[in-house]
């Protein structure tokens, strides 16, 4: 499962490279800290990217605990590294982020929407009021035709926002 990780296509591909190569120089001041936790004697868990050895970038989770040489649990004598590959996880949360973003934006747009609607309806409905008061020909009708023209325009875009939102 290690070879599958790291991308070796066998044991002796990775005989006597140090992993410190696929961490990146970045990282080793973090993971010298860590190991130094490790050998006195605590459990150390990060989170990094690594290059493999066929070029491909991961995200790794990693938990190093202590193996202790006596029972009293004096001595570390070794660490035990479980690593397990995440890069399909982390992608799949962007992408999931992403569509959460997408039908906020959505919900908000379709709300702007059906407010505009609301307030086109009431700019329609009383110039449609205002119309029979004014005598045919005056100066105004041209205008309110102008009003309803323009509103009644706008109302085909407002039900197309407010449709995408459902």
């Known amino acids: 499962a290690g070879l599958a990780l790291i991308e070796a296509p066998s044991l002796e591909a990775v ?5 410190c190569g696929m961490l990146g120089p970045a990282n080793l001041p ?28 991961k995200v790794i ?35 999931l982020r992403q569509a959460q973003k997408m039908e906020a934006l959505g919900t908000l747009a379709g709300g702007i929407a059906h407010d505009f609607n609301n307030i086109l309806a009431a700019v329609i409905g009383h110039t449609e009021l205002l119309r029979p008061l004014l005598p045919a020909g005056a100066e105004g009708q041209e205008h309110l035709r102008g009003i309803l023209t323009a509103g009644q325009r706008a109302r085909p875009v407002c039900s197309i926002v407010e449709q995408t939102r459902e």
């Not at 989770?61 to 070794?78: G, K, Y």
Request: no cysteine; net charge neutral.
């Open 15 to 19: 005989v006597g490279r140090s992993i």
């Open 30 to 57: 973090e993971i010298t800290t860590d190991l130094t936790a490790v050998f006195r004697g605590e459990t150390r868990r990060f989170l990094t990217e690594i290059t493999a050895l066929q070029g491909t970038r």
């Open 61 to 95: 989770e990693s938990t190093i605990v202590p193996l202790w040489e006596d029972a009293e649990r004096r001595t570390v004598r070794a660490a035990l590294l479980v690593t397990q590959d995440i890069t399909e996880r982390r992608r799949l949360e962007l992408q």
